[in-house]
Protein backbone atom coordinates (compact mmCIF):
# COMPACT_ATOMS: atom_id res chain seq x y z
CA UNK A 1 0.00 0.00 0.00
CA UNK A 2 1.32 2.87 -0.97
CA UNK A 3 0.32 6.77 -2.05
CA UNK A 4 -0.45 7.27 -5.63
CA UNK A 5 0.30 9.79 -7.75
CA UNK A 6 -2.80 9.14 -10.20
CA UNK A 7 -5.05 11.99 -10.15
CA UNK A 8 -8.23 10.75 -9.22
CA UNK A 9 -6.68 8.49 -6.15
CA UNK A 10 -5.13 9.08 -3.03
CA UNK A 11 -3.50 5.42 -2.71
CA UNK A 12 -3.32 2.11 -4.06
CA UNK A 13 -3.65 -1.45 -2.30
CA UNK A 14 -3.14 -4.65 -4.38
CA UNK A 15 -4.39 -7.73 -2.57
CA UNK A 16 -3.36 -9.51 -5.69
CA UNK A 17 -1.30 -8.15 -8.45
CA UNK A 18 -0.33 -9.76 -12.00
CA UNK A 19 -2.69 -9.64 -15.13
CA UNK A 20 -2.20 -10.35 -18.92
CA UNK A 21 -3.91 -8.78 -22.06
CA UNK A 22 -7.35 -8.46 -23.11
CA UNK A 23 -8.28 -5.74 -25.56
CA UNK A 24 -6.14 -2.97 -27.35
CA UNK A 25 -6.02 -0.95 -24.13
CA UNK A 26 -3.86 -3.33 -23.10
CA UNK A 27 -0.55 -3.10 -25.42
CA UNK A 28 1.05 -1.37 -23.89
CA UNK A 29 0.10 -1.76 -19.78
CA UNK A 30 1.70 0.57 -17.42
CA UNK A 31 1.73 -2.27 -14.50
CA UNK A 32 3.45 -4.92 -16.71
CA UNK A 33 6.56 -2.97 -17.09
CA UNK A 34 6.12 -1.84 -13.62
CA UNK A 35 5.51 -5.63 -12.50
CA UNK A 36 9.09 -6.60 -14.22
CA UNK A 37 10.94 -3.84 -13.14
CA UNK A 38 9.99 -4.28 -9.47
CA UNK A 39 10.68 -7.96 -9.97
CA UNK A 40 14.25 -7.15 -11.43
CA UNK A 41 14.62 -5.05 -8.06
CA UNK A 42 13.66 -7.77 -5.49
CA UNK A 43 10.95 -6.31 -4.32
CA UNK A 44 8.28 -8.01 -2.30
CA UNK A 45 4.96 -9.37 -4.03
CA UNK A 46 6.80 -9.50 -7.50
CA UNK A 47 8.62 -12.56 -7.18
CA UNK A 48 6.43 -13.95 -10.48
CA UNK A 49 6.38 -10.75 -12.08
CA UNK A 50 2.79 -9.87 -14.00
CA UNK A 51 1.64 -13.47 -13.57
CA UNK A 52 -1.34 -13.17 -11.36
CA UNK A 53 -0.74 -13.55 -7.77
CA UNK A 54 -3.20 -13.55 -4.75
CA UNK A 55 -1.29 -11.73 -1.74
CA UNK A 56 -3.29 -12.61 1.24
CA UNK A 57 -0.43 -10.90 3.26
CA UNK A 58 -2.06 -7.68 2.00
CA UNK A 59 -5.49 -7.92 3.07
CA UNK A 60 -5.64 -5.93 6.27
CA UNK A 61 -3.98 -3.08 5.03
CA UNK A 62 -6.77 -0.51 4.70
CA UNK A 63 -7.38 -1.91 8.72
CA UNK A 64 -4.71 -0.41 9.97
CA UNK A 65 -4.77 3.02 8.52
CA UNK A 66 -8.08 5.01 10.56
CA UNK A 67 -7.70 8.34 8.32
CA UNK A 68 -10.67 8.18 5.33
CA UNK A 69 -8.42 7.52 2.42
CA UNK A 70 -9.60 6.85 -1.51
CA UNK A 71 -7.91 3.69 -2.87
CA UNK A 72 -7.91 2.46 -5.76
CA UNK A 73 -8.27 -1.15 -5.62
CA UNK A 74 -5.54 -3.30 -7.62
CA UNK A 75 -3.43 -0.96 -9.41
CA UNK A 76 -1.52 -3.49 -10.69
CA UNK A 77 -4.14 -5.96 -11.34
CA UNK A 78 -7.24 -6.69 -12.36
CA UNK A 79 -9.69 -7.75 -9.13
CA UNK A 80 -12.08 -9.27 -11.73
CA UNK A 81 -9.95 -11.06 -13.31
CA UNK A 82 -10.31 -15.01 -14.60
CA UNK A 83 -8.06 -17.00 -11.88
CA UNK A 84 -9.42 -14.49 -9.23
CA UNK A 85 -11.28 -17.14 -6.56
CA UNK A 86 -14.79 -16.40 -5.30
CA UNK A 87 -14.25 -17.02 -1.67
CA UNK A 88 -10.67 -14.97 -1.70
CA UNK A 89 -12.93 -11.90 -3.97
CA UNK A 90 -15.20 -11.84 -0.64
CA UNK A 91 -12.35 -11.60 2.06
CA UNK A 92 -11.46 -8.50 -0.29
CA UNK A 93 -15.29 -7.04 -0.29
CA UNK A 94 -15.47 -7.77 3.84
CA UNK A 95 -12.24 -5.78 4.40
CA UNK A 96 -13.73 -2.99 2.65
CA UNK A 97 -16.97 -3.80 4.34
CA UNK A 98 -15.17 -3.30 7.69
CA UNK A 99 -13.68 0.02 6.82
CA UNK A 100 -16.34 2.15 5.83
CA UNK A 101 -14.23 5.45 6.44
CA UNK A 102 -12.26 4.46 3.31
CA UNK A 103 -13.34 4.56 -0.50
CA UNK A 104 -12.63 1.93 -2.66
CA UNK A 105 -12.26 2.20 -6.39
CA UNK A 106 -12.22 -0.58 -8.58
CA UNK A 107 -11.92 -0.43 -12.19
CA UNK A 108 -12.16 -3.96 -14.45
CA UNK A 109 -11.82 -5.12 -17.94
CA UNK A 110 -13.45 -7.97 -17.29
CA UNK A 111 -17.46 -7.14 -17.38
CA UNK A 112 -19.26 -10.23 -17.47
CA UNK A 113 -16.72 -11.53 -14.15
CA UNK A 114 -17.64 -8.53 -12.05
CA UNK A 115 -21.59 -9.11 -13.79
CA UNK A 116 -21.61 -13.01 -12.37
CA UNK A 117 -19.81 -11.89 -9.24
CA UNK A 118 -22.61 -9.09 -8.37
CA UNK A 119 -25.58 -10.69 -9.03
CA UNK A 120 -25.64 -13.15 -5.72
CA UNK A 121 -23.92 -10.20 -3.78
CA UNK A 122 -24.31 -6.67 -2.36
CA UNK A 123 -21.75 -4.35 -2.75
CA UNK A 124 -21.21 -1.76 0.35
CA UNK A 125 -21.81 1.79 -0.08
CA UNK A 126 -17.96 2.63 -0.30
CA UNK A 127 -16.84 0.77 -3.00
CA UNK A 128 -17.35 2.37 -6.57
CA UNK A 129 -17.19 -0.07 -9.70
CA UNK A 130 -16.22 1.11 -12.51
CA UNK A 131 -14.90 -0.53 -16.05
CA UNK A 132 -12.98 0.75 -19.01
CA UNK A 133 -14.21 1.69 -21.99
CA UNK A 134 -11.23 2.58 -24.40
CA UNK A 135 -12.83 2.19 -27.67
CA UNK A 136 -15.79 1.90 -29.54
CA UNK A 137 -15.98 -1.95 -29.28
CA UNK A 138 -15.79 -1.97 -25.32
CA UNK A 139 -19.17 0.12 -25.33
CA UNK A 140 -21.00 -3.03 -24.12
CA UNK A 141 -19.26 -2.90 -21.11
CA UNK A 142 -20.91 0.03 -19.95
CA UNK A 143 -24.26 -1.61 -20.31
CA UNK A 144 -23.52 -4.27 -17.46
CA UNK A 145 -22.14 -1.79 -15.38
CA UNK A 146 -25.46 0.50 -15.16
CA UNK A 147 -27.42 -2.73 -14.21
CA UNK A 148 -25.32 -3.26 -11.44
CA UNK A 149 -26.12 -1.89 -7.63
CA UNK A 150 -23.70 0.35 -6.50
CA UNK A 151 -23.58 3.92 -5.07
CA UNK A 152 -21.15 4.98 -7.90
CA UNK A 153 -20.48 3.42 -11.13
CA UNK A 154 -17.58 5.21 -12.96
CA UNK A 155 -16.07 4.64 -16.58
CA UNK A 156 -12.51 5.01 -17.00
CA UNK A 157 -11.93 6.08 -20.57
CA UNK A 158 -8.01 5.31 -20.75
CA UNK A 159 -6.20 5.46 -23.10
CA UNK A 160 -9.26 6.89 -25.37
CA UNK A 161 -8.04 5.53 -28.95
CA UNK A 162 -10.73 6.71 -30.97
CA UNK A 163 -13.88 8.63 -30.68
CA UNK A 164 -16.37 6.52 -29.03
CA UNK A 165 -19.27 8.39 -30.71
CA UNK A 166 -22.75 7.96 -29.13
CA UNK A 167 -22.62 7.38 -25.15
CA UNK A 168 -25.58 6.13 -23.15
CA UNK A 169 -24.02 7.57 -19.40
CA UNK A 170 -27.56 6.56 -17.80
CA UNK A 171 -26.89 5.14 -14.37
CA UNK A 172 -23.16 6.35 -14.89
CA UNK A 173 -21.78 8.86 -12.08
CA UNK A 174 -18.35 9.56 -13.00
CA UNK A 175 -16.12 9.33 -16.31
CA UNK A 176 -12.28 9.37 -16.40
CA UNK A 177 -10.83 10.49 -19.74
CA UNK A 178 -7.10 10.54 -20.50
CA UNK A 179 -4.32 9.87 -23.37
CA UNK A 180 -1.77 7.56 -23.20
CA UNK A 181 1.98 7.80 -21.78
CA UNK A 182 4.90 5.57 -22.65
CA UNK A 183 7.64 5.67 -25.50
CA UNK A 184 5.22 3.80 -27.75
CA UNK A 185 2.17 5.89 -26.44
CA UNK A 186 -0.94 6.02 -29.15
CA UNK A 187 -2.29 9.76 -29.79
CA UNK A 188 -5.45 10.98 -28.71
CA UNK A 189 -7.42 13.65 -30.72
CA UNK A 190 -8.70 16.39 -28.95
CA UNK A 191 -11.94 16.42 -30.43
CA UNK A 192 -12.74 12.52 -29.02
CA UNK A 193 -12.00 14.30 -25.60
CA UNK A 194 -13.84 16.68 -26.22
CA UNK A 195 -16.87 14.59 -27.30
CA UNK A 196 -17.08 12.65 -24.50
CA UNK A 197 -16.82 15.51 -22.41
CA UNK A 198 -19.91 17.35 -23.87
CA UNK A 199 -21.99 14.20 -23.31
CA UNK A 200 -21.11 14.11 -19.71
CA UNK A 201 -22.26 18.06 -19.38
CA UNK A 202 -25.80 16.66 -21.58
CA UNK A 203 -26.03 13.85 -19.01
CA UNK A 204 -25.09 15.38 -15.76
CA UNK A 205 -21.91 12.61 -14.91
CA UNK A 206 -18.88 14.31 -13.55
CA UNK A 207 -16.17 15.00 -16.18
CA UNK A 208 -12.52 14.19 -14.98
CA UNK A 209 -9.83 14.99 -17.47
CA UNK A 210 -6.71 13.10 -16.08
CA UNK A 211 -3.89 13.57 -18.96
CA UNK A 212 -2.60 14.10 -22.65
CA UNK A 213 -0.10 11.90 -21.53
CA UNK A 214 2.42 11.43 -24.38
CA UNK A 215 1.10 13.68 -27.22
CA UNK A 216 -0.12 16.81 -26.29
CA UNK A 217 -3.39 18.20 -28.29
CA UNK A 218 -1.44 20.51 -30.57
CA UNK A 219 -0.36 16.79 -31.92
CA UNK A 220 3.58 17.30 -30.23
CA UNK A 221 5.36 15.08 -28.81
CA UNK A 222 6.29 15.47 -25.15
CA UNK A 223 6.68 14.37 -21.19
CA UNK A 224 3.24 13.41 -20.19
CA UNK A 225 4.35 16.13 -17.28
CA UNK A 226 4.51 18.99 -19.80
CA UNK A 227 1.60 18.44 -21.86
CA UNK A 228 -0.40 18.54 -18.50
CA UNK A 229 -4.40 17.92 -18.39
CA UNK A 230 -5.74 21.31 -19.80
CA UNK A 231 -8.27 20.54 -21.92
CA UNK A 232 -10.87 23.17 -23.23
CA UNK A 233 -8.97 25.95 -21.60
CA UNK A 234 -9.34 24.20 -18.16
CA UNK A 235 -8.91 21.20 -15.82
CA UNK A 236 -11.28 18.84 -15.52
CA UNK A 237 -11.27 17.28 -12.01
CA UNK A 238 -14.97 17.14 -10.94
CA UNK A 239 -16.04 13.51 -9.03
CA UNK A 240 -19.13 12.36 -8.12
CA UNK A 241 -21.27 13.80 -4.87
CA UNK A 242 -20.32 11.34 -2.32
CA UNK A 243 -20.48 11.21 1.37
CA UNK A 244 -18.03 9.24 3.16
CA UNK A 245 -19.98 7.41 6.40
Not at 97 to 106: D, E, K, L, S
Not at 180 to 189: F, L, N, Q, V, Y
Request: aromatic residues 10%; hydrophobic residues 35%.
Amino acid sequence: MKTSKIEWTEATWNPSTGCNKVTAGCKHCYAETMAKRLKAMGAPGYENGFEFTLMPERLDMPMRIKKPTKFFVNSMSDLFHEEMPFDYLDRVFDVMRATPQHTYQILTKREKILEEYCKTRDIPDNVWLGVTVEFKKAKHRIDILRNIEARIRFLSVEPLLEDLGELDLTNIHWVIVGGESGPKARPMKPEWALRVMRQCQEQNAAFFFKQWGTWGGDGVRRSKKANGRVLAGQEWNEEPEYDVV
